[in-house]
């Protein structure tokens, strides 16, 4: 049986790290938003059945006149998110029909170099063990420094992995994990963790630096080279997906 797939893309982040002009959700990237660059990802996949992603408040105004008409022409709704990551996800999770659904994927709205291949491996890992993400295997040395940036520790990497996006779960376990929040002690970095807090396993599946999450101005630089030297796939719809956003 053909899985169905709700892809979920928290969005509404301050982008507090990132020097531009524009949040780096909606920042240029050779001629599209980088958030619009990621949804290309998904949006002409059988499996992917739903997309929903959630902006700031400030830039709904902004959104609709931009991007509006054309995030409808491809079935994306957006909503507003919360202050916090937990709550715009909670609020997406609020989206999604479970019984219309066999996965939800969580996907950062600034990776927009994820690959098809990719996406399939993860999607079979979730669908067989109920959670997986990608993730790539660490390769520098790893150093651990005191207050005073002095070295204290070389760290072991041989089981070390840099997580990564999409990440994906079985509705059931995805929301258990996001009810038990309350529960949880310390910095939540990411949704596999609060899975992990319930005691399930979460099945890494491998992935590399290409699919690289915006964080500076120079990831743009790097994300527009990784996929103009990728194959371009042959556009689809009236006038190709995306099209240009200067006619919208």
């Known amino acids: 049986m053909a899985l169905k797939v709700s892809v979920l893309i928290p969005a509404a982040g301050a982008s507090s790290r990132f020097k531009g002009q524009k949040k780096k959700q909606f920042t240029d990237m050779d001629g599209r938003a980088v958030f619009l660059r990621t949804i290309e ?26 991007w509006g008409s054309n995030l409808g022409f491809y079935g994306v709704k957006y909503i507003i998110g919360g202050a916090h990551r937990w709550e715009t996800v ?40 109920g959670a997986a993400i990608l993730a790539q295997p660490l390769v520098g040395t790893v150093k651990k420094v005191d207050e005073k940036m002095n070295i204290t520790q070389t760290q072991d990497r041989s089981q070390l992995w840099e997580a990564q996006t999409p990440q994906v779960f079985q509705p059931e376990i995805i929301r258990q994990a996001y009810a038990n929040l309350k529960n949880i002690k310390g910095d ?41 030297a990728r194959p371009q796939p042959k556009a689809k719809g009236p006038v190709g997906p995306w099209a240009g956003e200067q006619g919208w």
């Open 90 to 129: 909670g609020k997406l999770l609020d989206q999604v029909k479970d019984e219309e659904i066999d996965l939800i994927a969580l996907h950062d709205a600034v990776r927009p170099c994820v690959t098809e291949k990719q996406l399939d491996a993860v999607f079979a890992a979730a669908a067989q063990t």
């Open 188 to 228: 939540i970095t990411d949704d596999a963790q609060l899975v992990e807090a319930l005691g399930k396993p979460v099945r890494i599946v491998e992935s590399d630096a290409g699919n690289i999450k915006i964080t500076t101005n120079t990831d743009i630089v790097i994300a527009a080279a990784i996929l103009k």
């Open 41 to 66: 990802a998904f949006a002409n996949r059988p499996d992917v059945k739903q997309i929903v992603i959630a902006i700031p408040q400030e830039d709904e105004e902004l959104f609709q006149i931009k």
